[in-house]
């Protein structure tokens, strides 16, 4: 934030980054979103798409090689499609912000819920969750690297909660530790002071028994079953295709949440 100074330190067992000293964080979040934070609409489009895509095939028992995948791309555009079903689960959004990513996965027709210690909700409101409710998928985008202590925020939820999906994301800082330009440490807003790499996610999961999987560099997810991850990163890496099929599966809740969302009104005016 240009008025502070900290130092980084590296876990020897895990490779787990944190700054330390961190007493700017109540200036830091004086607004829930960054200032900077330009693309949080276009983000959260991709990452609904990115989320229908990956829990409509979790189910798929295919066990296509991802090179064959890849070498048969155009032909199996058609054939994949019919490998999405619906996931009929329970969704919790810890860390929502504002509430978008869970309005449009209701869109979709994703049972979807909010909720964020830190933020109003906006665009989501009538579906706040709770982490004292069980689901079957809870999903945590650009949350990690806020963490002043992720040990207590991975018990809460891998632990007390124990989903059988945890699907996240955060940028992996790789095998060694990055220069001080490095983009993601965010220096101006102040906001990023944990970090993490395969190395750490790995731990993690082993310490909770979950299996990591990564989609890329910033998308992941742990698992209490194997997963399918060639079928699921190919599918994943083309939502912007996959999507569309994918819809066709779900029934959208947005005039059904408007309905419910009517009655109560309603109901609080008696």
Not at 35 to 63: C, E, F, P, Q, W
Not at 80 to 103: M, W
């Amino acid at each position: 934030m240009g008025k502070y100074t900290s130092s980084l330190y590296q876990c020897n067992n895990c490779d787990f980054l944190q700054l330390d000293k961190v007493i700017w964080l109540q200036e830091a979040y004086r607004e829930s979103i960054s200032i900077t934070d330009t693309g949080i609409v276009a983000r959260n489009i991709d990452l609904s798409r990115k989320l229908l895509v990956l829990l409509s095939s979790i189910s798929s028992k295919s066990n296509t090689n991802y090179f064959v995948l890849m070498f048969f791309r155009l032909f199996f555009k058609k054939i994949l499609s019919r490998k999405l079903t619906r996931f009929n689960g329970k969704i919790l959004d810890f860390g929502g912000g504002y509430g978008l990513l869970v309005r449009i996965l209701r869109d979709f027709g994703l049972d979807a819920y909010w909720t964020d210690p830190y933020s109003i909700n906006l665009f989501s409101k009538g579906f706040e969750g709770s982490l004292k409710n069980s689901y079957n998928c809870i999903v945590s985008f650009e949350v990690l690297e806020h963490l002043l202590e992720p040990n207590l925020h991975f018990e809460n939820i891998l632990k007390d909660r124990n989903p059988q999906f945890f699907i996240f994301s955060t940028q992996l800082y790789g095998e060694q530790v990055p220069e001080q330009d490095w983009w993601y440490f965010s220096f101006l807003t102040g906001q990023h002071i944990s970090f993490y790499n395969q190395k750490t996610l790995a731990y993690i999961a082993r310490k909770f028994d979950y299996q990591s999987y990564s989609i890329n560099q910033n998308f992941h997810i742990f698992s209490k079953v194997k997963l399918n991850i060639n079928l699921i990163k190919f599918m994943v890496e083309r939502a912007d295709i996959f999507y569309r099929y994918a819809q066709d599966k779900y029934e959208s809740l947005t005039w059904s949440d408007y309905n419910y969302v009517l009655e109560r009104l309603k109901n609080e005016s008696k």
